[in-house]
């Protein structure tokens, strides 16, 4: 019986499945029915206007296709931008989430998101292109100097936002001037899937305009852009500072901050390498060069004869440095 019901289970995974009669992609749930049967997707459902089945022409109703969507729900699913690039394969209660940090997925404009003023849509790859086009002071910043900042006011709400590539990857800066929380707040967040986020952290270097002897580092984990950088700021795991504090660092309305992002190495570098100091043995007696009558490690032969004083012992080997 166990074996009949594996095999119904490898059947259920080989089969296709299901793709919408009138979109042609692969189905997802909730999945509604007309009154003649006919499944529909939730996307070609909802856009149905009259509610009417472009199959049948009959009346679409509130019926759900359980069965289908319980199949479904068990079956892994690529990801809808598999046309693009995307391999990535899961269940399909997980593709909203996954959709919402797919590299391939079609993209707003961070700054139009924001302030409003931008209506550019496109691939994670040609972001960059469109910033250098369109908001060149919003990608001119890099770790090897100070990002310089103009006007700053700590009685107005302000906030500024920098695109930076390293690498192949893409992070966003955000800077937030909040006066209703008496805070200035800095994060970095990474354009992309939470887990490349979470294998970087940030740092951001704040030096005084007044005195260049008062600095303020902040490190922290990077969050992934699926997380409004507002979030960030409201749950702490970011960069803060009060706005009497802040104050100390200003000089003529302007100062500066430089920031670092750095890659954690993966656990398993670190348990290799743990490893290896573990088994790494120390050097002993036997691997250290003979002293005079030494037959071999810890045998003691007769010493030299003649005048002089006579030797305490096997000469020791050199001393190993380690880093333990």
């Not at 006066?179 to 005084?208: C, D, P, R």
């Not at 100390?248 to 670190?270: L, T, V, Y």
């Amino acid at each position: 019986m166990a074996t009949a019901k594996a095999n119904k289970k490898m059947a259920s995974a080989a089969i296709d499945l299901p793709e919408c009669p009138v979109c042609m992609e692969t189905m997802l749930g909730p999945i509604f029915q007309c009154q003649s049967g006919h499944s529909l997707c939730i996307k070609c459902t909802t856009s149905l206007c009259p509610p009417i089945c472009p199959l049948c022409r009959q009346p679409m109703t509130q019926m759900r296709n359980w069965q289908l969507e319980e199949m479904i729900s068990k079956a892994k699913v690529p990801c809808p931008n598999k046309t693009f690039g995307c391999v990535y394969m899961m269940e399909s209660n997980d593709v909203q989430d996954h959709l919402k940090e797919c590299i391939f997925r079609e993209m707003d404009c961070p700054l139009g998101l924001v302030f409003g003023r931008c209506s550019w849509h496109g691939k994670l790859k040609e972001m960059m292109d469109h910033f250098k086009e369109r908001h060149p002071l919003n990608c001119n910043v890099n770790t090897d100097t100070d990002v310089e900042l103009n006007n700053i006011n700590v009685k107005e709400d302000d906030r500024y936002m920098y695109l930076i590539s390293q690498g192949k990857l893409l992070f966003i800066i955000t800077m937030k001037i909040d006066t209703l929380q008496n805070m200035v707040y800095w994060t970095i967040q990474h354009i992309g899937s939470k887990a490349v986020a979470h294998q970087h952290v940030y740092e951001i270097h704040v030096t005084s305009k007044q005195d260049t002897r008062r600095k303020i580092v902040f490190m922290e984990h990077c969050f992934n852009d699926a997380l409004k950088a507002d979030e960030v700021f409201r749950i702490g795991k970011c960069g803060i500072m009060p706005l009497n504090m802040f104050g100390h660092f200003i000089k003529d309305n302007k100062m500066s901050f430089r920031f670092f992002i750095k890659r954690i190495p993966s656990s398993c570098n670190k348990e290799k390498k743990s490893k290896g100091d573990t088994n790494a043995k120390p050097q002993n007696d036997n691997s250290g060069p003979k002293g005079f009558g030494q037959k071999g490690a810890g045998n003691k032969g007769p010493g030299p004869k003649g005048p002089g004083p006579k030797p305490q012992g096997p000469k020791k080997p050199f001393k190993q440095h380690t880093n333990n």
